[in-house]
């Protein structure tokens, strides 16, 4: 399973941005999906992570109400919608996969996941 994500870039805050992450090599189906960030000189966390067979998504604390995960498992795609962002937000965006073996909240905060795209830039500047 390969993962490659887009839609990052420069934007001022209160913006919105849509990042995307397209899988290859096999289905998402399956899979319980996540999004992850890392910023310089700070560790990873799970920004929020979607499972499929029952709908199950987590958020991390500090993007509930402003950031949304959606799959189109149609087109192997998953999205997160990100409003109202602010300069904290500023990170390096990456996508994984697994098959989720434990709830999405446990692996949204462990990060035990199998696959990860390269990553995509977000900025969040005036």
């Known amino acids: 399973l390969q993962l490659v994500e887009s839609g990052g870039g420069l934007v001022q805050p209160g913006g919105s941005l849509r990042l995307s992450c397209v899988a290859s090599?096999?289905?998402?189906?399956?899979?319980?999906i996540g999004w992850f960030r890392q910023a310089p000189g700070k560790e990873r966390e799970g920004v929020s992570c979607i499972v499929s067979h029952d709908g199950s998504t987590y958020y991390l604390n500090s993007v509930k109400g402003r950031f949304t995960i959606s799959r189109d498992n149609a087109k192997n795609t998953v999205y997160l919608q990100m409003n109202g962002l602010k300069p904290e937000d500023t990170a390096n965006y990456y996508c994984a996969a697994e098959l989720p073996v434990h709830t999405v909240q446990e692996m949204c905060i462990t990060g035990r996941f199998g696959s990860w795209g390269q990553g995509t830039q977000v900025t969040v500047s005036a």
């Open positions: 090599g096999d289905t998402l189906d399956d899979y319980a």
